[in-house]
């Protein structure tokens, strides 16, 4: 299936190289999870890319699609809802969007039960905390928690927050950097001693 993601909402998505190394490292049976999906530019990307693949792979997508407090839609709190909704369309049977905050949604899983979770919701310092904090215990062993918005040569004050909440709870040594984007492997069930 060609690639549509281009013509969805804003050019922010900056990590396709990261979800096509998830889809083929994971493979069938895996379990995805996207936290912050706005317009559906990066979920139709991952759709488009399990649906060549031929992997029998399940992907939800966590957002109030309320809008974050930096791009909240005042006028109609159903409008950006609709909008991903209209923009996954042609894929939608492959993508399974959750309509809840992170911190409640991350309770519907069991620990240890994902291999992929990518966090792009909040860039506010304590809700970054709390979402590592949430979703890295439903991780796998030997699977990757990660996010967007973490910046070595930008000093906007989301991506600041950003850096500085993954750098305190992971630890900056345990991660690997790409595309404005952090990636943390879970190698053992040991939670980083920042989070007690």
């Known amino acids: 299936m060609d690639h549509f993601y281009k013509t969805i909402g ?4 900056t990590f396709e190289s990261i979800y096509n190394e998830m889809i083929y490292r994971f493979k069938d049976g895996s379990h995805f999870v996207e936290v912050g999906s706005w ?5 139709s990307y991952m759709g488009v890319e399990i649906i060549n693949s031929g992997y029998d792979i399940k992907f939800d997508c966590i957002d109030t699609w ?5 791009h909240r839609f005042r006028d109609d709190i159903e409008l950006l809802w609709e909008e991903f909704n209209n923009n996954i369309s042609p894929i939608k049977e492959f993508i399974n969007p959750i309509r ?3 911190v409640t949604a991350s309770k519907l899983y ?3 039960s994902l291999d992929f979770v990518f966090l792009d919701g909040s860039h506010d310092y304590n809700d970054v905390i709390s979402d590592i904090i949430n979703w890295l215990p439903k991780v796998k062993i030997g699977g990757v928690i990660g996010g ?9 004050i989301c991506c600041m927050d ?3 909440a993954v750098n305190y709870v992971l630890g900056k040594t345990n991660l690997i950097i790409r595309n404005n984007s952090w990636i943390f492997e879970k190698k053992t069930p040991h939670i980083p001693k920042s989070l007690y």
């Open 10 to 13: 804003e050019d922010w998505f």
């Open 148 to 156: 967007h918005d973490y910046k070595v040569d930008d000093e906007t």
């Open 66 to 70: 309320n809008g974050s407090t930096e």
């Open 39 to 43: 317009k559906g530019r990066s979920a």
């Open 162 to 164: 950003v850096n500085k």
């Open 110 to 112: 069991k620990d240890n």
């Open 100 to 102: 809840l905050k992170s």
